[in-house]
């Protein structure tokens, strides 16, 4: 299918979820992060903060586990066109910008590149890896400037079951995908 159509049907599939169906399944992706990747204290973590309007992931639960742990937590924000990642802490401060995006007030870019996981957004990734987000491209803006040891994790309520036809070259495919009931890896360039 292409982008497009992708696009469309897991934003509907997406909003089909009850509230309660999304927090349970976020939880059980939280749990399988947690266990596949088990994640330590000084880890880096870029992650972004979910837009409820449009029923992501709740990725307040990582972001509470990793404030406890100690693991440095970055998460996105859009300073004109680009991505950048600010470091929060506990006593951060946040608004919401013109999309109703939750983010930072503050607008210093850490300069952090190598991250352990970029935990990122999507509405639908391949069995290769190729994800399918909004359409704006800043996530893959920001992974050309990331280390290459960085681990790209996508999170997602579906499991990869039809193929991206228009994934074009330039496209930076994830490492890895979780979901509520696996945690797929994308370093065969394809799963079976």
């Given at each position: 299918?292409?982008?497009?159509?992708?696009?469309?049907?897991?934003m509907?599939?997406?909003?089909?979820?009850?509230?309660?169906?999304?927090f349970?399944?976020?939880?059980?992706?939280?749990?399988?992060?947690?266990?596949?990747?088990k994640?330590?204290?000084?880890?880096?973590?870029?992650?972004?903060?979910?837009?409820e309007?449009f029923?992501?992931?709740?990725?307040?639960?990582?972001?509470?586990?990793?404030?406890?742990?100690?693991?440095?937590?970055?998460?996105?924000?859009?300073?004109?066109?680009?991505?950048?990642?600010?470091?929060?802490?506990?006593?951060?401060?946040?608004?919401?910008?013109?999309?109703?995006?939750?983010?930072?007030?503050?607008?210093e870019?850490?300069?952090?590149?190598?991250?352990?996981?970029?935990?990122?957004?999507l509405l639908?990734?391949?069995?290769?890896?190729?994800?399918v987000?909004?359409?704006?491209?800043?996530?893959?803006?920001?992974?050309?400037n990331?280390?290459?040891e960085?681990?790209k994790?996508?999170?997602?309520?579906?499991?990869?079951?039809?193929?991206?036809?228009?994934?074009?070259?330039?496209?930076?495919?994830?490492?890895?995908?979780?979901?509520?009931?696996?945690?797929?890896?994308?370093?065969?360039?394809?799963?079976?």
């Amino acid at each position: 299918m292409l982008k497009a159509e992708l696009r469309k049907k897991y934003m509907q599939k997406r909003k089909a979820l009850s509230i309660d169906e999304a927090f349970l399944l976020s939880e059980k992706i939280f749990k399988n992060f947690i266990e596949y990747f088990k994640p330590s204290q000084n880890h880096k973590i870029h992650i972004f903060i979910p837009i409820e309007k449009f029923n992501e992931i709740d990725t307040r639960i990582f972001i509470d586990n990793f404030l406890s742990q100690n693991i440095r937590i970055f998460v996105p924000k859009i300073i004109d066109t680009k991505l950048i990642s600010v470091e929060i802490f506990a006593d951060s401060k946040f608004e919401l910008n013109n999309w109703g995006i939750s983010e930072p007030v503050s607008n210093e870019d850490s300069g952090v590149s190598d991250f352990d996981y970029i935990i990122t957004p999507l509405l639908y990734c391949d069995k290769f890896g190729n994800r399918v987000g909004y359409g704006k491209g800043f996530y893959d803006g920001f992974f050309e400037n990331i280390s290459k040891e960085s681990k790209k994790i996508g999170v997602n309520y579906f499991n990869p079951d039809e193929n991206i036809d228009d994934a074009r070259e330039g496209d930076i495919p994830l490492d890895y995908l979780v979901t509520p009931t696996d945690v797929l890896s994308f370093f065969n360039k394809g799963l079976e």
